[in-house]
């Protein structure tokens, strides 16, 4: 794509189109995830902050780690929350736990000596993680994988 330069805001729409195309449950309103941003940050924690809480229930990693349910919805929030967003040091440090963790949970479902699994695996919504949504917070914490 020599001499085609976009900036960040509209590589980040860009890729909430791409992901949508991918099949996914539709685009996310950017202006919603900045307000929810926004929201959250009036209470002190951010989407992805919440995800590491274990508090909080009604999040990705909550439905994944702990009731072995990959929720499709769920991710795609998280992925245009950050590309629709700055995050900081702590958020970055939390944001490549999550993906750590949501390999560990492909590798632990594959494990036939290990207990865990996704309820709702399918090779389809494997290949959408490594293919999509993990390239896409890779390239936000500005690592390759």
Not at 72 to 92: F, G, P, R, T
Not at 102 to 109: D, L
Request: glycine share 4%; hydrophobic share 40%.
């Amino acid at each position: 794509m020599r001499g085609f330069k976009l900036h960040h805001q509209e590589w980040a729409t860009v890729l909430v189109c791409w992901l949508a195309n991918l099949g996914t449950t539709g685009i996310v309103n950017k202006t919603n995830m900045r307000t929810e941003h926004l929201e959250r940050e009036d209470k002190k924690q951010s989407l992805i902050v919440a995800n590491k809480d274990d508090e909080v229930e009604d999040t990705f990693c909550y439905k994944l780690f702990e009731l072995g349910e990959f929720d499709v919805a769920k991710v795609q929030e998280l992925v245009s929350y950050v590309l629709l967003n700055e995050l900081n040091d702590k958020e970055k440090d939390i944001l490549r736990w999550i993906v750590e963790g949501v390999n560990s949970c492909f590798a632990y479902h594959k494990d036939a000596n290990d207990y865990y699994l996704i309820k709702n695996y399918s090779k389809k919504i494997e290949d959408k993680w490594s293919m999509g949504w993990e390239v896409t917070l890779n390239a936000a914490l500005g690592t390759a994988n």
